[in-house]
C-alpha cells in the first residue's frame, strides 16, 4: 500500500524526478496484486502527463491485475497522442470483446476522455474518413452495452482498491484523491524510511 501512496503522489506532482521514482518502486515489486498494478498504473499515468512512451508502455505492461478501465484508457489516451490511430482503435475493440467477471461495475468501461482523445487525434489527421467510420462504430457499441465512464483516468486512479479473501475492509478509502492532496498525506509520506533511503 505504501508504494502506491508514493506513485498516486508523484502522479500529483508531474515531474520527472517523480516518475523516476515511480518507476524505481513499481520494479521493485513487479505485478504481484492488485496493489502493485494501481501502483504501475499511477506511473503510467505520469508517463503519459510526461509524453514518456516507452515508460508508459513498460508501466502499462505491469498492470495485469488493475481494473482493464484504467490501464486501456491510459493506453488509447497514449496511442492517440501519438497519432497511432489503428493501434488505439484495436485497443478499444480488445475493451469491447472482454468478458465481465465483475458485473455492475466500471471495470470493463473506457473512458470518456479517452474516447474524446481518439476522436479528436482523428479529426485531426487527413483522409481519416474510414478510422472516424470505425471509431463511430465501436463508440456506438460501446455505449450500447454500457462500457463507457464519465470518470476521467485520475478519478478511476483514485477508485478504492478491492480486497478479496482477506480480512482487509472490501475497499481502501484512504486511497482516495483528497487524501493524496491533503497534509496528512505529506506527514505521512514524510515518515516512510523508503523516502530516507532514495537518495543514496
Request: charged share 30%; aromatic share 8%.
Amino acid at each position: 500500500m505504501r508504494k502506491c501512496l508514493l506513485t498516486a503522489m508523484h502522479f500529483q506532482s508531474t515531474s520527472k524526478e517523480g516518475l523516476e521514482k515511480s518507476k524505481t518502486l513499481v520494479r521493485k515489486n513487479g505485478d504481484l496484486c492488485e496493489i502493485s498494478s494501481r501502483a504501475a498504473a499511477f506511473a503510467a499515468a505520469s508517463a503519459l502527463k510526461l509524453k514518456k512512451w516507452k515508460d508508459v508502455d513498460e508501466m502499462l505492461h505491469l498492470t495485469s491485475n488493475a481494473p482493464p478501465v484504467i490501464s486501456s484508457s491510459i493506453r488509447i489516451c497514449a496511442l492517440s497522442e501519438q497519432a497511432k490511430l489503428n493501434e488505439a482503435l484495436t485497443e478499444l475493440e480488445k475493451l469491447l470483446c472482454l468478458e465481465e467477471t465483475l458485473y455492475l461495475t466500471e471495470n470493463y468501461c473506457v473512458s470518456d476522455e479517452a474516447l474524446d482523445s481518439l476522436c479528436e487525434a482523428i479529426k485531426a489527421q487527413p483522409d481519416s474518413t474510414e478510422k472516424m467510420k470505425r471509431f463511430r462504430n465501436l463508440q456506438r457499441s460501446v455505449t450500447k452495452y454500457g462500457r463507457r465512464t464519465e470518470k476521467s483516468i485520475e478519478e478511476l486512479l483514485f477508485t478504492p482498491i478491492r480486497f478479496e479473501n482477506s480480512t482487509f475492509p472490501a475497499t481502501i478509502s484512504d486511497t482516495n484523491e483528497s487524501f493524496a492532496k491533503s497534509d496528512k498525506f505529506d506527514t505521512f509520506v514524510r515518515q516512510i524510511p523508503y523516502l530516507k533511503d532514495e537518495k543514496k
